[in-house]
């Protein structure tokens, strides 16, 4: 059995969960013959996650590199940790989760169904749990109401992401079309499933692959807040996903920008930084502008209604 696969797992003071979260991996199917490296990136941790990963390097597969472009961020560790890649096939780990034994395997034999000289990308759903493990939700989908094949359409998938790199397994192919990552790329999972599915073939699969952590010092998380705190909290809250929404905006652009594709030029979207506030709220109440479910459909009109988008040349790079 070849071992083609690249693992990256991104670290950052990531000494409470990170064990368990190497372990996971280690004892998965195909683990042993499949995987070429388990390639831990470091956005300079300053408790014991190098030591951890030290300890474990008898493992001869996992490697540390510590990333010092300058560049902090997870978007940018991971980008760090992909240009490090060989292999055929990679996939990304955050530091605090905990893969189901089928992780690998079951990536690894969906992506092999689809053509492999185009990009292609397969991401599963995910199992919600707490610190201790105990479980939350039994898929991530069902606990943000949101539809398994939402990605399937470009115009929702450009305006909101359902993919987690942490479920992700994506080929080479990908890999070329999508670095350099935009700098106004959101998050880098989210660039990813763009590119693979305007460029290439993107698969889901329906079962959760991984134990996705919740906990206070998530990035992104799974959070699920009610009606009652949104309301208390309204103003900083929109705030947030005010700014969001700008940034997704200007993701939007660079991608249409970078790859001229029939599709992309056909989505309201990417134009809605520098259309006025008729034209903004005429794509809300069309449906062009959207969002999964009522509490983001509200927010989203708020934002539209009280905020000014954030005009200006979007930064890009040319492909390299």
Partial sequence: MHQNIDIVLATYNGEQFLEEQIQSIQNC??????????????????DQTKAIVERLQTDSKIEWHLNQTGKKGAKNNFEFGL?????EYI???????VWQSQRIED???????????????????????DESLNTISDSFFAFRGMATDWHTSLEQLIQQNVASGCTMMFN???????????????MHDWWLILVARVTGEVRFIEKPLI???QHDFNTIGAKSYSWSHLLKNFQPHLAKFAKQFWQIAAQAEVLSSRFKHKELDEIAFTKIRTVGYLKRLSMFISGDVRQHNRKGQLALLMTLLMTNSRKGKVKEHNNA
């Fill in 29 to 46: 199917v195909g683990y042993a013959n499949r995987v070429s490296r388990l390639i831990v990136v470091d956005d300079g941790s300053t």
């Fill in 83 to 87: 240009y490090i890649t060989t292999a």
């Fill in 91 to 97: 996939m990304l780990s955050d530091q605090d989760d």
């Fill in 107 to 129: 990536s690894f034999h969906q992506i092999s169904s689809l053509a492999q000289s185009k990009p292609a990308l397969v991401f599963s759903d995910k199992e919600v749990v």
């Fill in 172 to 186: 080479r192919a990908l890999l070329e079309q999508a670095l350099p990552i935009a700098e106004d790329a959101f």
């Fill in 211 to 213: 134990r996705y952590r």
